[in-house]
């Protein structure tokens, strides 16, 4: 028998990418594994990463991760152990509007056991009337616990799934949680996606429906420890290395990059979806098999960031709802300087505003809440692709795509269509295709 190592490359290391690597060399003493990790940025993480800007260290754009994530909720536990209250903050779901909203909405989930704890919440939300909870609770029951149509929700949006919701329930509870969770508006969002979301969020225990904000940057979160092990274990980890073409030959895989050409047993591509057809150029029969991805569309999200000496207390509110003029959630927290770094969300951002008329706008929109002070310091990012766009259609394509051929397997957010583009899709992605590639070798090796 050949105890060669098996030499696996994985490409790409957003969130998709490091998961797969970790849970391959993790697992590499097992089936005899070595892993490749080729990411083009020198910063890992992908669309959830840090930036370095003006001796500032930023996210490029402000992420939200719910008790529900339990695959990356437990590899950031595997990762940071005893610190980990140290890299997340995780509190109770609390859907509360800025000050000075023309609307003001409170849900607030009750210190219960689940689902109690949600019909608390709604029972006791602030800005609906009693006879609107109960429409929301009986609307809630019969579409998360009743029988969701499948056959009808292929083509279904949520403004169709909402129709019958009262306006205030829409507009303050129902779209900014589609927006916010698919990143697309509601009109053109999957119902499917959205349920799917809400019962994995709602229907769990208590735990599920909490929010988790990271407290460290989104690279220091997951991706650099994760490739800090790999590295640990044997793997080798470069970056700033573009892989150029992916190509299948004689039962391995010809990974081209600025090293050259080097060949592998198996690889993880772990892309987004747009560099699926240039890594695939000399092998037309691959770009064939996922030609219906390359017109996909996407959604933007602008995050606004500003730094202030006060104005906000992100102790008491780390999260906010905003009135989508042009923000639609505020995120805040305390910068070791002591400093306030306000971030203010605009997800499905379609506008076409300047970056200095953004800014301003974000402002005026912050400043109708609180009595702020000039900003010390404000930064603009906006990501073009954040996600694919999460409708009926593109999500139900993605089902019908498949996530490998021959000895290259896919990874990536795109890869989970049951769940909108998201750190939990990506991060299950990683970890299903190494453990096919880990299934497959366990096979061969009997
Ligand atoms: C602004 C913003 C806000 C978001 N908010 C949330 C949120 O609140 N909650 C949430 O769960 N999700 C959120 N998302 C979505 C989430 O960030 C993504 O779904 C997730 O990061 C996708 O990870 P991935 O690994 O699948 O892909 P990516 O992060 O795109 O990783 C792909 C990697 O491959 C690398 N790569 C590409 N081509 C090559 C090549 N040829 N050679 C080598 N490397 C290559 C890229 O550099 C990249 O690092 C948000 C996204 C954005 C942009």
Known sequence: MNNAPIRVAVVGAGWAGCAAALTLQRSGSR??????????????GGRARRVEKDDRAFDNGQHLLLGAYERSLAMIHSLHGVRVAKVIDQRSLALISAPGNAAQVAVRAGNLPAPLHLLVAMLTAKGLSFAEKLRVCAWCAKTLYGKFDESDSTTMTVAELIRDQPSVAKLWLWEPLCVAALNTPAERASARVFVEVLRRAFLGSKQASEMVIPRVD????????????????????RSGAVVNTVAP?????????????????????????????????????IVDIYKRLFVFSYEPISTLHYEFIGGVDPESYPMLMLDGEPGQWLFAHRLASGRVRASVVISAHHRNESAEDLLRDGLVQLRRSFALPNPIWRQLVTEKRATYSCTPQQSA???TLPTSIGNIHFAGDWCVPELPATLESAVIAG????????????????
Do not use: N, W
């Open 431 to 446: 970890e299903h295709a190494a453990g096919a590639v880990t299934r497959r070798l366990m096979c061969s090796r009997g």
């Open 31 to 44: 089936v005899g594994v070595h892993v490749t990790v080729f990411e083009a940025a020198k910063i890992a």
């Open 397 to 399: 394509l993605l089902r």
């Open 249 to 285: 030959i004689d039962g391995r895989v010809k990974i081209s990059s600025r090293d050259g050409e080097e060949c592998f047993d198996y690889a993880i591509v772990a892309t987004g979806p747009q560099h699926i057809e240039r890594l695939f150029s000399k092998s037309p029969f």
């Open 218 to 237: 989104l690279s220091a979160l997951l991706p650099e420890p994760a490739l800090a092990e790999v590295a640990r274990l044997g793997g080798d980890v």
